[in-house]
């Protein structure tokens, strides 16, 4: 039931970022912006561990609050940044701090077969 609120969170940061991509007509750069987000619901799913879910609930908070934050920022807050770059360089981000954490839920899912 909890984990409800996180797919659906990540959901709509899935879809505010595709329609900002597609608006521009940034296919490409859409969706890879969108990538990072299919993957939270990844790793919300496959959680299983109470360690592994804390850990999988509060990286879903910070990368949609922090990702979403700054995609906003460069696209309708300073006109005159490219925000082409926005959808390239926070997915990036995003990336580095998914692995990051996808290593401790995978390590943390793990100790349920001692």
């Known amino acids: 039931?909890?984990?409800s609120v996180f797919y659906g969170l990540s959901v709509i940061a899935l879809v505010i970022t595709l329609t900002m991509g597609l608006d521009n007509t940034?296919?490409?750069l859409a969706l890879f912006a969108a990538s990072p987000y299919c993957m939270l619901l990844y790793l919300l799913t496959i959680a299983k561990h109470s360690t592994a879910v804390v850990t999988a609930r509060v990286v879903?908070?910070?990368i949609i609050s922090v990702g979403l934050y700054f995609l906003l920022d460069t696209t309708y807050m300073e006109r005159h940044l490219a925000h082409k770059f926005s959808f390239l360089f926070i997915p990036i981000w995003q990336w580095?701090?998914?692995l990051v954490s996808g290593f401790v839920i995978y390590l943390?899912?793990?100790k349920l077969n001692p």
């Open 96 to 98: 580095t701090m998914l």
């Open 26 to 28: 940034l296919l490409g």
């Open 1 to 3: 039931m909890m984990n």
């Open 108 to 110: 943390s899912n793990d």
């Open 60 to 62: 879903t908070v910070f």
